[in-house]
């Protein structure tokens, strides 16, 4: 079946480090993925989708490329600030059912 | 934001007892999901709704129950609580329900403690 692996964490940085948080998915048919961020003591969010092979979601800084040669979708920024601090969730989607990843808990330390 | 309120957003409970989740949306939203969320499993999807009184099991749904009456409620319901079902609930809708690419949009969480 359908499932989604991601780096574990926690991954700690200081600010203005560069950042990438891996993300590999299994699917059976074309899905489309997301990253997901949870800030503490809330609900998960979207941060950035990609919807087609080679596609680039983006937002806030944060990119990730859809590539479907290697079933990845890698987080990347090129300088986090504390404010990123968060968990950050890997996902995939075919037909009506998500796939979550195990999240990967980001602290961005001044 | 999306319209989701669940409640009640903390319970401690005992062992044996029932114990209702709510899920409500005023984005009259088609699909509704609850997902578990526990350290080192993620997200684990429960059950989830496809229209009023169309459900289906996810991947950890022994346990649970659910109903959707109304287009905008989603009960989730332990029949007889266990302390393995500590864990934190999270509603989630989707207009699409992933066709189209449709994200979901997430509750700010139910916070489940069984003794």
């Known amino acids: 079946g359908d499932s989604v692996t991601q780096m574990e964490g926690p991954v700690t940085l200081s600010e203005e480090a560069f950042l990438t948080i891996n993300c590999t998915y299994t699917?059976?048919?074309?899905?489309?993925l997301f990253w997901y961020v949870q800030y503490p003591g809330e609900g998960l969010q979207l941060l950035l989708k990609a919807t087609k092979a080679d596609d680039k979601g983006s937002n806030k800084g944060f990119e990730a490329t859809y590539r479907k040669e290697t079933t990845s979708f890698h987080l990347e920024k090129g300088s986090v600030q504390v404010s990123d601090s968060a968990v950050y969730f890997c996902a995939s989607n075919t037909g009506n059912q998500f796939y979550f990843g195990t999240g990967t808990s980001l602290t961005v330390i001044p | 934001d999306a319209g989701i309120t669940q409640s009640p957003r903390h319970k401690v409970t005992e062992t044996g007892t029932p114990v209702t989740l709510r899920c409500h949306q005023t984005e009259n939203h088609r699909y509704m999901y609850w997902y578990r969320q526990d350290p080192g499993h993620g997200l684990r999807l429960i059950h989830y709704?496809?229209?009023?009184?169309?459900?289906d099991k996810g991947e950890v749904s022994d346990g649970y129950s659910v109903s959707r009456s109304k287009t905008e409620d989603f009960l989730l319901t332990l029949e007889s609580a266990t302390s393995s079902q500590t864990s934190v609930y999270f509603c989630?809708?989707?207009?699409?329900?992933?066709?189209?690419?449709?994200?979901?949009?997430f509750g700010e969480g139910s916070r489940l403690t069984v003794l």
């Open positions: 699917a059976t048919g074309y899905p489309s």
């Open positions: 989630a809708i989707s207009g699409t329900g992933g066709l189209n690419t449709g994200e979901l949009f």
């Open positions: 709704s496809y229209g009023v009184k169309d459900t």
